[in-house]
């Protein structure tokens, strides 16, 4: 990189998407599987997840179009968790699309941290 002056931000904007990321993969966790639930107490699941959640759409003031479309992702994840947790006929097929969200979280997950390894080796 050029500007070495930038990589701290590079590296604090990748390191905030990779804790949301891990923390929404840990909610979608806790709704399919009861152990899960049981590790990490729920009200400190949801004040990390809360906290990380403003930090990144604060730093993602700069560009709207990608905070939109995260702030989208975040609430379609608490979403279809909170239609798991309540139970019902909605929890089979929440529980389906879940599967497919962690799916993508776990993939941008793995690019978000390589990236950050590699600002980190700069």
Do not use: W
């Not at 590296?11 to 929404?24: N, P």
């Not at 949801?46 to 479309?69: C, S």
């Not at 776990?106 to 980190?120: E, F, G, H, M, P």
């Amino acid at each position: 990189m050029a500007d070495n002056k930038l990589t701290p931000q590079h590296i604090e904007i990748a390191e905030t998407f990779v804790r949301l990321y891990v923390f929404l993969t840990q909610y979608i966790d806790r709704c399919e599987d009861e152990a899960a639930r049981k590790t990490f107490p729920e009200e400190e699941l949801q004040k990390h997840l809360a906290a990380t959640r403003t930090k990144m759409l604060d730093i993602l003031k700069v560009n709207p179009v990608v905070q939109g479309k995260v702030e989208k992702e975040c609430e379609r994840v608490l979403t279809l968790g909170a239609k798991c947790l309540m139970g019902g006929t909605e929890k089979v097929a929440a529980l389906d699309v879940l599967g497919a969200e962690r799916v993508i979280l776990k993939n941008k997950t793995i690019a978000l941290s390589d990236l950050l390894a590699v600002y980190r080796a700069l």
